[in-house]
């Protein structure tokens, strides 16, 4: 998205809301297909008169053997009890069936949007009011009550509209309440406040946009709810006899003998209708809400197909736990170009060493993790590299065997991670439940023994151990989620940006903690941050990443203080340096571009200040300087002569 | 532009207690969360302080209540001599003119259904602002420049989630400057940004002051994002400022124990600068429970009997740092 803002070309220019709307229906099967369901319906009872050569309830002469008269050129559905033409009724039904539908879905709507909008917005009095009575109204059965009310009324098609309409808000009323209440609680609400944005401009311009996505879903539901109400009403009898609505056309035909007449027929095809309406009405509601309410399909973990490589095996490092070999990894997705997400990355990893894995967002620092275990979303695939754990390659591995290193030996600490607890199990509960999983057989006698020590190692003081993730504060939290990783005593821990959603002081916290756990088990860590002070505090190693590729790899030291890609000087130039306060920071300009759109040459060159000619032509290849530390930028090969 | 050399804010013993529930189901005692528990500040015209403190000492809660967005309990604010602790919805609005807030996180605080012309439009039809559309357009455009947005036209029509963070922060920034604000109070208003953009958002800010005088209230967790570019730091601790002095002061020669813990974590980008740190064990205590004495003594450090019973106030060590230690105080 970004980098269409730099070229600022015109034909980047963004789509309403509407057209992404109707880009991503017309993808969605079901609702296409309801849609076009209900639009036949529509069609069909419009033109009814053009359609059938009949006029509706023209019996003006029937004989005895006009009487359910079975299928026929002449009559397509047969006829009924009264000689009529079943199709003919059936379309003409349609329309009854669709106006008790619209009409008292649009009661039912607007009664209930308007209640869950004011006790969503409104909140106190207003909402205690409003939801006790949905409430009362919610338990109260609503058919018996239907068949109680029509019946006083008397039965005529607008009574049965209104009072399907009246009685079928409540559930409308509670979702648009709770959606109120959710976007009122966002942090737009609260800044069109602080503009000094009255309450009707904030509930017309921010909340009802919101609001009414999933109302119209509702209206869609209501709809089909409201058909089947009126065909119930009047199957029983308490339909309007002048409307001949599918209910009705049922009411007739059971009350007087299609079944014992063997005249199938005339059930079958309002039966049929009302099938067919709601079907459609269910299908485009279900469509209409997967494409109003997006969720991300990003996360589908999939296993990764192993890679076939013919290359001979490269050697191995001795004392490397992990080692990562020209690894590269790509989203494929049909009819695009491939992301290039991780690109011939190398690096080595050895028994209680930290590595600082750096980069900003986007930069493919999460795809290069998930990857070692083999959790890469479906799309993303490794199409070349290996990953040498002790000297098995990872990549080749099936699921089963995979299963046996992740989390045993292998394990990760997500961003965000202490989010992901169980609110209604205990923590102690969650830690035993992932020993468990990963080895079966066990103990159980010794298991909260080996929760309270792995709690311990963690600083949580073992009687903490019953108490609710809600009793934890975030640090608290994320200690947690950390004694979880270390469960199956794994020797390499994956931290994905551990730290990054925490206070300074909770920061340092976890920071000490994963550095005593280093030195007291001798675990490997990869540190995965895009904050350099954090990096620079505990790593020894330092990848530097760009758009998928290395930019700079080497010793802490040598890239804090002698750093040789221009991407890493400028990194360190946006950092504050509290010994330096009145130094001036400068921010890189731009930003990191689509891994699917990468710049030709170097992909750095777009916003280095040291790019020359060669660089947007050329991609540099990684050069070695010195031992252990490469970097790939045409600067460095220069320099090297 | 009165009133030009004086304090322009002025915060006098502020405080805002949210009822917490009873103390047990029988109990008629109320609970409270004493958020903001007496603070005393004053800002200069185009000054800048940064407001820093742990999660839960009541930073972001002090920037609400100087918003008028949160009632305040007890306590006096006055702006340009006119007091603005109470106000009603119609002085609130035109305070708002002069105030305006950046929020933490710029994905969360942009309608997804707005373009960034209509959402940077939108305080100036709220005010009613411009008597035509080219007008207020003249307006949208000019913020929009002044906040980074260059060219104008080429954001216009575009959706949040089209943007990157950093741009987002910019639209928020440039949605604030429209109204042309006197204060700007910025809460963590790029602790949601990689580090690699936040200076761009950092410089934006210094630079306001600069071109259009406006003062600016930093509310962070980080000293170390906002160290460069503040005039003065107020260190917040459980609803009060525990240390407050001019940036130098209160980098280079912190007095208060709590103060010092929090610069000695900040990360210093230089491996060969480790340093030790002082890491201050769990969190920022429940706001229900004060403790007795100085709040910070459960978790100090340097600690003595003394400070379980006294609660020490501000101490003047120069005429601009003032911190609230009984290591001081004795001193004195």
Redesign the interface.
């Known amino acids: 998205?970004?980098t269409?803002?730099q070229k600022?070309a015109p034909e980047t220019?963004?789509l309403s809301?509407g057209a992404t709307f109707w880009i991503n229906f017309s993808k969605n099967v079901a609702g296409v297909i309801g849609f076009w369901m209900l639009v036949l319906v529509i069609v069909v009872s419009i033109f009814a008169p053009v359609l059938t050569p009949y006029e509706q309830s023209s019996s003006t002469s029937v004989g005895i053997e006009d009487i359910y008269q079975p299928p026929s050129a002449e009559h397509w559905f047969g006829t009924d009890d009264a000689g009529q033409d079943v199709f003919t009724n059936f379309i003409f039904g349609a329309r009854i069936s669709l106006l008790v539908g619209f009409f008292a879905a649009f009661i039912s709507i607007f009664i209930g949007g308007i209640f869950g909008l004011v006790a969503g917005f409104f909140g106190g009095r207003w909402e205690n009011f409003l939801m006790r009575f949905t409430d009362i109204m919610l338990v109260i059965p609503e058919l018996p009550l239907l068949v109680v009310i029509v019946a006083l009324t008397r039965p005529s098609l607008m009574n049965i509209i209104f009072v399907i309409g009246i009685l079928g808000w409540t559930t409308t009323a509670r979702v648009v309440r709770s959606q109120t209440l959710a976007v009122k609680s966002?942090?737009?609400v609260?800044?069109?406040?602080?503009?000094?944005?009255?309450r009707i401009?904030i509930l017309a311009?921010?909340i009802m946009?919101?609001v009414l996505p999933i109302l119209v879903v509702q209206a869609v539901l209501a709809i089909s709810l409201a058909i089947l109400n009126e065909s119930a009403l009047s199957f029983i009898g308490l339909g309007d006899p002048s409307a001949l609505s599918w209910g009705q056309m049922l009411n007739f035909a059971f009350g007087r003998g299609a079944m014992s007449a063997g005249a199938w027929w005339a059930l079958v095809v309002p039966g049929f209708g009302i099938v067919w309406v709601v079907l459609s009405l269910t299908l485009l509601g279900q469509g209409l809400e997967q494409v109003l309410n997006p969720r991300l399909d990003t996360h589908h973990l999939m296993p990764g197909r192993p890679v076939v490589q013919k290359e001979a095996g490269q050697v191995i490092q001795k004392d490397a736990l992990l080692e990562v070999q020209n690894l590269s990894i790509h989203y494929i997705k049909k009819g695009k170009a491939p992301a290039r997400a991780v690109e011939n990355i190398s690096f080595t990893l050895k028994q209680g060493e930290l590595i600082g894995l750096v980069g900003?967002?986007g930069c493919g620092k999460t795809t290069l993790m998930l990857s070692l275990l083999k959790l890469l979303p479906a799309a993303g695939q490794i199409v070349h590299g290996k990953v040498f754990y002790l000297g098995k390659d990872l990549t080749a591995m099936n699921e089963a065997e995979i299963n046996e290193v992740r989390w045993s030996r292998i394990s990760i600490v997500f961003q965000g991670a202490m989010n992901a607890l169980n609110p209604v199990r205990t923590v102690g509960d969650q830690i035993a439940e992932a020993i468990l999983k990963h080895d079966p057989g066990y103990p159980r006698e010794k298991l909260a023994a080996r929760v309270s020590e792995l709690l311990d190692l963690v600083g949580i003081s073992a009687g903490q151990k019953e108490n609710f993730p809600h009793q934890y504060?975030?640090?608290?939290r994320q200690r947690a989620m950390i004694a979880m990783a270390l469960a199956c005593n794994p020797q390499v821990v994956i931290a994905d940006e551990p730290t990054t959603a925490l206070?300074?002081?909770?920061?340092?916290?976890i920071l000490?903690l994963l550095d005593s756990l280093r030195k007291k088990l001798g675990l490997a860590v990869i540190f995965v941050t895009?904050?350099?002070?954090?990096v620079?505090?505990l790593c020894d190693r330092v990848l530097v990443m760009y758009g998928g590729v290395t930019a700079e790899y080497a010793d802490?030291?040598v890239i804090?203080?002698t750093p040789k890609h221009p991407y890493t000087q400028?990194?360190?130039k946006?950092?504050?340096?509290?010994?330096k306060?009145?130094?001036?920071?400068?921010?890189?300009p731009g930003?990191p571009p689509p891994l699917d759109n990468l710049p030709v040459g170097c992909r750095f060159s777009p916003r280095c200040p040291a790019a020359f000619d060669r660089c947007h032509t050329e991609e540099p290849a990684l050069h070695v300087l010195a031992d252990g530390h490469s970097a790939s930028c045409h600067l460095v090969e220069v320099a090297k002569g | 532009m009165k009133n030009q050399s004086g304090n322009f804010l002025e915060i006098r013993g502020l405080k805002k207690y949210f009822e917490a529930g009873r103390t047990s189901l029988f109990s008629r005692e109320q609970r409270h969360v004493h958020a903001v528990d007496g603070v005393n500040l004053s800002l200069r015209r185009s000054e800048v302080i940064a407001l820093v403190g742990e999660s839960g000492c009541g930073k972001s809660t002090l920037g609400l209540l100087l918003m008028g967005l949160e009632d305040p309990t007890d306590g006096k604010v006055t702006f340009e001599d006119k007091d603005i602790t109470h106000l009603n919805d119609g002085q609130r609005k035109d305070l708002r003119r002069k105030i305006q807030m950046v929020f933490q996180d710029p994905y969360e605080s942009l309608n997804p259904t707005q373009t960034i012309a209509e959402i940077i439009n939108e305080p100036l039809l709220v005010h009613g602002i411009g008597a035509t559309q080219s007008e207020r357009d003249e307006r949208v455009k000019k913020a929009m420049e002044d906040s980074g947005l260059k060219p104008a036209e080429v954001y216009l029509n575009r959706y949040p989630h089209e943007l990157s963070g950093g741009q987002r922060q910019r639209v928020v920034i440039a949605a604030a400057l429209v109204l042309e604000p006197e204060i700007i109070i910025a809460d963590e208003p790029v602790s949601m940004l990689d580090v690699s953009i936040r200076a761009e958002v950092i410089n934006l800010l210094a630079e306001l002051r600069i071109t259009r005088q406006i003062a600016v209230i930093f509310i962070t967790h980080d000293l170390g994002s906002v160290g460069f570019f503040a005039d003065r730091v107020a260190v917040m601790y459980l609803g009060r400022i525990v240390e407050i002095g001019t940036m130098l002061e209160v980098l280079e020669r912190p007095q208060h124990p709590y103060t010092k813990a929090l610069i000695s974590v900040i990360p210093v980008p230089n491996p060969r600068l480790r340093h030790e740190r002082i890491i201050l064990q769990g969190e920022t205590p429940n706001p229900i429970n004060i403790p007795s004495g100085c709040r910070f003594h459960p978790r100090c450090p340097v600690a003595f009997e003394a400070c379980k019973l006294s609660d020490p106030l501000m101490t003047s060590l120069s005429k601009t740092h003032q911190a609230a230690c009984l290591l001081i105080t004795g001193n004195k």
């Open positions: 998205m970004q269409a803002l600022d220019q963004p809301w966002r942090k737009f609260l800044r069109a406040r602080a503009i000094g944005a009255g401009h311009r921010h946009p919101l900003e967002s504060s975030g640090g608290m206070d300074v002081m909770i920061q340092a916290q000490e895009h904050d350099l002070g954090v620079a505090e802490v030291d804090y203080n400028e990194l360190l946006a950092f504050p340096d509290l010994t306060p009145k130094k001036k920071l400068t921010s890189i930003y």
